[in-house]
């Protein structure tokens, strides 16, 4: 056999014989001689105009972004100008009274107290919603017991208890923070509760044939099982939040980004009621947006209802 | 009979793919004939699937041209049936829907279309399953699904793309007989991709080999084994001929890339043009 | 135990006895701190109750409903038209898509409640200025969802579709459209939950009608025993309204296994 024989695995060795009695027609194309061998894989030189065409479109997204942006103020200024009175808002305007509002200091506690009492409301709800929501997906017999009351709060518009709860509370920063607390309490139970339910039984399972002890098998498998579907419930509390404390100093006239902006509203002050808006926005975004990419990058392979 | 008189239906001129500054294959030349298949072989990377796509039209090719029946090729021509290795059943329609989708798309109602349709589903024995969904079908199922979508068009070309690549051992030796069968008695110019050397030979008439990165065409091989072939064609001396020499020359392929491994006399020995 | 009692497994007496427990505990506890807080506060159940019984029959529990009800079905009906179509133009249409994105993504997160003054300043009470509340809350979900799903279609579908010559008609009514509808559906659930409670708002602050405008006299009045009454209405609808948006979603996802 000859060298290269030696290298084929014996299956598919033939004999001299068999070779030489079976010729095979077949046709010969050219080859390039020393094409592939010798030669960078591609992927270095791939790379450099791969990467100058990404280049390329991300400008090009960033222009299209830009000029929808200007468009739509533009649209805006024109359309309020042209058809709208005078006290309606307005990109130009906005601008006008940006000096005016950022350096008036009501505004900025007006916007603290907001700010403030979101804060605090997520904290309280977070905290109790993933303890509630715990037990609940845990322990069979309270998961039965508080069903319906979770479920049926979690589908009704919480904004609904407003009223009531200025009655209760009176028009008082805690009327507003019950509100918040309780928008945001729903979404954390439900999303805990309906992550403890779902742990599947295999984890738990080894840890207890490792007679692993209770506490245990709640810190080291239940907490971080639970993990992305409380961050859910925490993305979907925040936007509920915000809306709680917007009626809440709607209703009972506390004074917050909400009331200023009722208030600016109704003494034909818009621009400035815009800009408030604007920073609402802006918070809303500041919160929610690197929340969300943070949920998707450490998260990949969970799902947001 | 693996010789076909007449002129060729599908010509693969000179193509050749570049992606920005990466050439996946270039060269590629043969020809297919009206009732002939084709086994196109090679490792992972050389562009088979590429080519298939330039012939289905879904691709255009950076140089060079394909044409079926005289036409190139810029767009999904008529007449050609795609059998894709991922099967591409729409899960959101029934086996019927999506076999009788090639149809539907040209227009034909579905009552005109039903019998050639039920037709179909029964010759790739699947009869019962015609309202069934794909994720109720088994991978060996939903690739006789995909089969039929591409048959039903009657089509003068099929294109298959390692279309067994996802199945188990049993299911996939089954289906190439099935194959073999169906093509027997619907012959039509085909081009069969697999990376499968055993596969190759089994199924086809001739088999083109490409190698290397970029793919080129190594060699064309005439398997010359009779039709209609069984299950007895892979015990014959001359498939295992064959086979050998295709395992060769695919390795061989491959030890190109390790040029600087001088230690590997597989290369030095059977290369032809220049030394490195 | 012989009978029916034996017909029906031992771990089912458990279950239902935790949810008999939950509710009865419940009731009971409406009960009794209905009793035993002021008037004003806090009702009994059993007050709650016959509260609700004079609201229907004295006509105003059903004119509210059916007042919010018009306005809730047109806001979102609207909403969902609009985002669906929205949604699948802008997954087609990459460029279009990308440019808009960060304006849907800051309207998305966007309290809408807070710009119900600024409507009412611009358009006043009614019923159309309501009508564009729910559509606002509803809107954007439904385009969120509807997007990201008909982006998210394997481009090897595609790949089938074209290598089976479908021209583009055919690839909205085979392919995207049929694709999209689970995501829909979801984007649909969500817009039925958010365009209740803009329902709700917008009654509040633009009047004229409806559950929320009864809410806020009731509140003025300090008859909370009405007010919950409503209150327990309002949540009925909510459940309903999101058994009905699980129920669209169970329907549609039938072909999808996996997720």
């Keep these: 056999m000859s060298a290269a024989d030696r290298n084929l695995p014996a299956a598919a060795r033939t004999s001299p014989d068999a070779r030489r009695a079976q010729r095979l027609p077949v046709m010969r194309r050219g080859i390039a001689p020393g094409r ?133 509370f009176g028009y008082t920063p805690l009327a507003r923070l019950a509100v918040v607390v309780i928008e945001a309490l729903l979404p954390v139970i439900f999303s805990v509760a309906e992550g403890g339910r779902s742990l599947s039984a295999e984890f738990t399972d080894v840890a207890r044939a490792y007679r692993a002890p209770w506490w245990r098998i709640w810190a080291g498998i239940v907490l971080p099982a639970s993990l992305p579907y409380l961050l859910g419930g925490i993305d979907l509390a925040i936007g509920r939040a915000l809306v709680g404390a917007v009626v809440a100093e709607f209703i009972a006239s506390l004074n917050g980004l909400g009331y200023y902006i009722l208030f600016n509203v109704r003494s034909f002050q818009e621009d400035r009621a815009m800009l408030a808006m604007v920073l609402l926005v802006a918070f809303a975004l500041a919160v929610r947006v690197p929340f969300s990419m943070f949920v998707r990058r450490e998260l990949p392979w969970y799902r947001a209802g | 009979m693996t010789q076909q008189a007449g002129s060729p239906l599908i010509h693969v001129d000179q193509v050749s793919k570049r992606y920005g500054d990466r050439t996946v294959m270039s060269g590629v030349n043969f020809d297919v004939g009206p009732h002939e298949i084709v086994s196109v072989v090679g490792p992972s990377g050389c562009g088979k699937t590429t080519l298939l796509r330039c012939v289905a039209g879904l691709t255009a090719p950076s140089g060079g041209a394909v044409s079926i029946a005289g036409h190139v090729v810029t767009e999904p021509p008529e007449g050609v049936g795609v059998v894709f290795q991922h099967f591409g059943l729409f899960p959101w329609k029934t086996v019927f829907g999506n076999v009788a989708y090639g149809l539907t798309v040209r227009g034909i109602s579905r009552r005109e279309a039903e019998p050639r349709v039920r037709e179909l589903i029964g010759m790739v024995g699947l009869e019962g399953f015609e309202h069934s969904y794909p994720h109720q079908l088994s991978g060996g199922m939903q690739q006789r699904a995909g089969l039929a979508r591409a048959l039903a068009i009657e089509p003068r070309v099929l294109l298959m793309d390692e279309p067994f690549a996802s199945l188990d051992a049993q299911t996939r030796d089954l289906l190439q007989l099935e194959m073999l069968r169906i093509l027997d008695q619907r012959p039509a110019a085909t081009i069969f991709v697999t990376h499968s050397i055993d596969e190759a030979v089994l199924m086809g008439d001739r088999i083109v080999i490409l190698t290397g990165h970029p793919g080129v065409v190594h060699d064309i091989v005439e398997v010359g084994i009779p039709r209609p072939r069984g299950r007895e064609a892979v015990d014959s001396e001359r498939f295992r001929v064959v086979r050998d020499y295709l395992w060769t020359v695919v390795m061989k392929g491959q030890g190109r890339q390790r040029a600087d491994d001088g230690s590997n006399s597989l290369v030095n020995t059977h290369r032809e043009g220049t030394a490195e | 135990m012989t009978g029916w009692r034996a017909r029906v497994a031992p771990g089912r007496w458990r279950a239902l006895l935790g949810y008999a427990v939950g509710i009865a505990v419940g009731a009971a506890a409406w009960q009794l701190i209905g009793l035993h807080s002021a008037n004003f506060v806090f009702a009994p159940l059993t007050t709650t109750l016959s509260s609700l019984g004079s609201l229907i029959s004295d006509g105003s529990l059903p004119s509210a409903l059916a007042s919010s009800f018009s306005v809730y079905v047109t806001g979102a009906a609207v909403a969902i038209v609009a985002g669906a179509a929205i949604g699948m133009l802008f997954a087609r249409r990459a460029l279009l898509r990308k440019a808009f994105e960060p304006y849907l993504v800051a309207l998305y997160a966007t309290p809408m409640v807070a710009l119900i003054p600024f409507l009412l300043a611009l358009i006043g009470f009614g019923f159309w200025p309501k009508v564009i509340v729910v559509f606002l809350f509803s809107f954007f979900p439904v385009e969120f969802a509807t997007q990201r799903g008909a982006q998210s279609i394997a481009p090897e579908l595609l790949d089938v579709a074209r290598a089976f010559r479908t021209s583009e008609n055919q690839i909205w009514r085979h392919v995207v459209i049929p694709y999209t509808l689970p995501y829909l559906m979801t984007g649909v659930r969500q817009a039925l939950a958010r365009g209740l409670v803009g329902m709700i708002s917008a009654e509040f602050f633009l009047s004229a009608g409806g559950l929320g405008s009864l809410l806020i006299t009731q509140s003025e009045q300090f008859d909370t025993s009405a007010m919950l009454a409503v209150t327990l209405v309002i949540t009925l609808v909510g459940v309903i309204l999101m058994a009905m948006g699980r129920a669209f979603e169970r329907q549609f996802a039938r072909w999808r296994v996996t997720s």
């Design chain 1, 36 to 168: 592939g061998a010798g030669r960078p894989s591609g992927l270095e030189e791939a790379s450099g105009a791969e990467a100058e065409a990404a280049r390329r479109e991300r400008t090009q997204v960033f222009l299209a972004r830009v000029a929808t942006g200007i468009g739509i103020l533009v649209l805006w200024q024109v359309c309020a100008a042209a058809l709208a009175p005078g006290y309606i808002a307005r990109p130009l305007g906005v601008l006008g009274q940006v000096p005016t509002v950022f350096g008036d200091q009501s505004f900025w506690s007006a916007a603290g107290s907001t700010v403030l009492a979101v804060v605090e409301g997520l904290i309280i709800a977070i905290v109790f919603g993933t303890v509630i929501g715990l037990v609940m997906g845990r322990v069979r017999d309270v998961d039965r017991a508080l069903r319906l009351y979770v479920d049926s709060f979690y589908a009704m518009p919480l904004v609904a208890l407003v009223p009531l709860l200025t009655v209760w």
